[in-house]
C-alpha cells in the first residue's frame, strides 16, 4: 500500500463509539438473541479485568514487599465481576497476586452468591470492615479494585455504606483501577467521584470514559460482529489472540 492510499484508509476510520442507555440493549441481545449466559459473561469480564490488572501493574512494578490488592465489591453485577477478578488474580500463578475484598453488601442472587463461595473456597480473604484510617489502606495494598457501581447504578443517590467508601477512596494515595465505570456518572465524569489511574471498559467504553486520561483498557473481543455493525461500535482490532486492548 503506498503513502496515500494509506492516508486516504486511515481517513475513513471510524471513531470508537462511547455508550449510555445503549449498553444495557446490547447486554439484553446477547442474553435474549444470542443465548449468551449471565454467569458467562460475568466470567469473560472478569478474567479480562485481572489480565488488566497485570498488564497495568505487573508484581515487577509494585512497591510492597507483599503483592497485595484490594477488591472493593458492590451488590451488583460490577460487585460479580470484581469477584472473578480477585478469584483470576488469586490464580495466576505466574504472577500471584494477593487480592483481599471488601464485600460489605452481598446479594441475594444465586450467581453472586456462586462467586462469593467459589472465592471463600480459595482461601481469598474477606474484611469485616474497611478501614476509615485512610493511611491504613495505603500501608496495606498495593492498588484498589472499584467494582462497586456499575452502568445501571443511580450515582446521583448513593446510600450507604458506598457513600462513605467513596469518601474514604476519594483520599487514598495508592492507585484506583474502576471496572467498567468509576464510581460516578456512567454518562460525565464527576469532580465529586473518585480519580482512578486505570479504567477497564466492558464491551464498549461507556460516555464517560471519554475525558478520561489514565490507561484505559477495552475488554469487547467476545461480541458478535452483527451487534458491533448495529450499534456502530467501530472496535479497534485486538491485537494477537488477547481478550482485551489499551486504548
Known amino acids: 500500500m503506498n503513502h496515500s492510499s494509506a492516508e486516504a484508509e486511515a481517513e475513513t476510520i471510524e471513531p470508537l463509539r462511547y455508550l449510555k442507555e445503549e449498553a444495557a440493549a446490547i447486554e439484553t441481545e446477547l442474553l435474549r438473541d444470542y443465548r449468551f449466559g449471565q454467569q458467562q459473561l460475568i466470567e469473560i469480564w472478569g478474567q479480562a479485568c485481572a489480565i488488566a490488572i497485570t498488564k497495568a501493574y ?16 458492590g451488590p451488583d453485577q460490577n460487585g460479580s465481576i470484581g469477584l472473578v477478578c480477585a478469584r ?27 462467586f462469593t463461595v467459589q472465592c471463600e473456597k480459595m482461601d481469598i480473604p474477606f474484611l469485616s470492615y474497611l478501614p476509615t484510617e485512610v493511611q491504613l489502606i495505603n500501608d496495606a495494598y498495593n492498588l484498589v479494585i472499584d467494582a462497586m457501581l456499575g452502568p445501571e447504578a443511580d450515582c446521583a443517590n448513593i446510600k450507604e455504606p458506598y457513600s462513605g467508601i467513596l469518601v474514604t477512596l ?15 456518572d456512567v454518562e460525565e465524569q464527576s469532580q465529586d467521584g473518585i480519580n482512578p489511574e486505570v479504567l477497564i471498559s466492558l464491551t464498549a467504553p461507556k460516555k464517560c470514559a ?38
Not at 512494578?61 to 490488592?69: A, F, G, H
Not at 483470576?88 to 456462586?114: A, C, G, N, W
Not at 486520561?213 to 494477537?240: M, S, V
Open 170 to 184: 476519594k483520599q487514598i494515595k495508592i492507585p484506583i483501577a474502576s471496572v467498567d465505570v468509576p464510581s460516578w
Open 210 to 247: 471519554v475525558s478520561f486520561t489514565g490507561k484505559h483498557f477495552l475488554a469487547g473481543r467476545f461480541l458478535p460482529y452483527d451487534i458491533q455493525k448495529k450499534y456502530e461500535l467501530n472496535l479497534p482490532d485486538f491485537p494477537g489472540t488477547d481478550c482485551l486492548i489499551e486504548l
Open 58 to 73: 505487573p508484581l515487577s512494578s509494585l512497591t510492597k514487599k507483599q503483592p497485595t490488592v484490594l477488591v472493593i465489591c
Open 88 to 114: 483470576h488474580l488469586r490464580m495466576f500463578l505466574v504472577q500471584e497476586y494477593e487480592p483481599t475484598i471488601y464485600h460489605p453488601k452481598r446479594s441475594s442472587h444465586s450467581l453472586h452468591q456462586d
